[in-house]
């Protein structure tokens, strides 16, 4: 399990992240935690002769919480996240989602910026910031440039993001209303047979907004618009629900492997979004 | 061949100085040049936490880090917490209530515990499974590992409490 060699770089801010992905193009890969990448490096299935370190650069972690937005930089840990008491009172679906994240040694590593950037369709955030609405910020050699979670993902590893450029941060407003954040797993610390990230609105007894987006059920998270617009105006009753599900059944894809046939997950896929609009709704 | 890097890191509260590939992994840094063997290689594909060290206050699997990234780091493995002579808390709580059986994953379990009882110094046994979760043993059954970190926090407790 060794990788290929590599030569190793540890800028302390942006402009020296982008000098060196400049100079080396595709042979040049940024590290975060590394806990996606390294074990890709290990296997030998990623092959990385410039491997810019992000730890010492300045400015790329901590949470933001105001005026209703929050911010996330890129190099805030899972761990980070589960422990920040502004955030949990703003967005209490980031707790609930980053604590179903792997196991606690991962979650010391594993960053935001990793987790959004990476383009696995296994990571939990892309859903999770999908069904937020957030906002990604990317630096490149030609300044910032912001992107909406909604249409940065365009197949497994494949992004909006070029090669020559960064993730920044994140950024979402505090949603309001009810919400729940449900995934099954094999085991604890594994990637998710199916998950569902859920917000909804309620005024009375009816629902005003719905959010709703699947993970690890396609090549890409799958933010299910219809299945949300089945669910606004009811009063999220047996009906409205099973027409949410059947909807957000239409939108997914999922691919047979080692989590199950493709029957299988089209069934987790319904019973976890079932028990996430029931939490999301009991707590709206 | 790649270039040597310079690295500096204390481990166990020593000062350690070398050359190394920077894609020298951590736990093989730390077993083979340094001779520091407490920590394990169960997977080595971060599944396990056999190579648990401490790495600047985090709880690390050493098998997915780069001895690159750990430049200039404080690492602590289960030889730094405590000692033949005197046994880690955490060490003889294991020991009284039959927290290993063949041993291995042990190193990590302890060192992953003593950090776990730092960020909660009281916990639930639910909150010591959670805690746990990124340690596997194929031995105990967890039963008892849960059972030593649970007496190891009330020990640890209560002489806190002596003390004040
Ligand atoms: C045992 C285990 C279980 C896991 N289980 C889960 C799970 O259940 N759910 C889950 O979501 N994840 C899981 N992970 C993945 C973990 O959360 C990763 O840490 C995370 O996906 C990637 O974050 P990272 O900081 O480690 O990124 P890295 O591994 O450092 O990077 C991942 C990719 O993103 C790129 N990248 C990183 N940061 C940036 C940036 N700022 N700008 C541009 N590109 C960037 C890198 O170049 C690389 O291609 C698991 C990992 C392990 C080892
Ligand atoms: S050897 Fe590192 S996690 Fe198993
Ligand atoms: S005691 Fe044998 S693996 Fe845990």
Redesign the interface.
Known sequence: ????????H?PTDMAGVLAVLAEHGDEARV?AG??SL??M??LRMADVPH?I?L?DVDGLSGITVEGGRVRIGAMTTQ?DIIGHAALAEAAPIMREASLQI?????R??GTVGGNVANGDPGNDMPGLMQCLDATFLLVGPDGEREVQARGFYEAAYMTDRADDEVLVAVAFDAPSGGYAYEKQKRK??DYATAAAAVLLGKDGDTCTSASIAMTNLSDTPVWSEAAGAALVGTSVDAAAVDAAVAAMLGDIDPTQDNRGPIEFKRHAAAVILRRAIARAWDRA | MAKKMHIQMTVNGEAQEFLAEPRELLIHTLRERLNITGPHIGCETSHCGACTVTLNGKSVKSCTMFVAQANGAEVTTIEGLGSPDKLHVLQEAFKEHHGLQCGFCTPGMITRASKLLEEIPNPTEEEVRFGMAGNLCRCTGYQNIVKSILAAAAEMNAAKEAAE
């Open positions: 399990m060794i990788p290929a060699a590599f030569e190793y540890r590290l590394g806990h390294i074990p490096m290990k491997l370190d730890q761990s792997a196991d606690p040694q991962v010391y590593m604890i610390g």
